[in-house]
């Protein structure tokens, strides 16, 4: 079901369980899942949002993960849902990638672009909703 509704969005918001073992093993599983699955997929734009970033776990393998992202030529961002540290930079990223795509833009109607899937994707579907209505995006 991921995969489908990526069908249909500008652009996906990789939201990477920071708390993992080996969350950069994860985020590349899901990226060549997305290839396999559909090469368009791959292709469109992104964002990382590695998250828990309130658990010492997470906190200890964000350096590395960010590193190796870098190195690919990835910024990624990191955020703690729960305590929401992070996520305002998180929805800045996610509403330049949607200003930039005019195409997306005339086709879908406002937060339905915003749409992330992932095991927090109701705590990141309700911060973007509320950032398209304060930013009047209709």
């Known amino acids: 079901m991921l995969?489908?509704?990526?069908?249909?969005t500008g652009f996906q918001i990789h939201v990477v369980d920071g708390s993992s073992p080996q969350p950069d093993l994860e985020f590349d599983a899901v990226r060549l899942e997305l290839k396999l699955f559909n090469p368009e997929l791959a292709e469109k734009p992104f964002i990382v949002a590695y998250n828990k970033m309130d658990l010492p776990e997470a906190y200890e393998n964000w350096e590395s993960f960010k590193e190796k992202l870098q190195s690919e030529g990835i910024t990624p961002f990191c955020m703690s849902a729960v305590k929401r540290e992070g996520t305002h930079e998180v929805i800045c990223a996610a509403y330049e990638?949607?200003?930039?795509?005019k195409e997306d833009r005339e086709e879908y109607e406002g937060y339905k672009l915003f749409y992330a899937y992932?095991?927090?994707h109701c705590h990141i579907t309700r911060i973007l909703f509320s950032v398209k209505t304060s930013l009047h995006l209709d």
């Open 3 to 8: 995969f489908k509704i990526s069908l249909y």
């Open 97 to 101: 990638l949607w200003r930039k795509n």
């Open 118 to 120: 992932s095991i927090y």
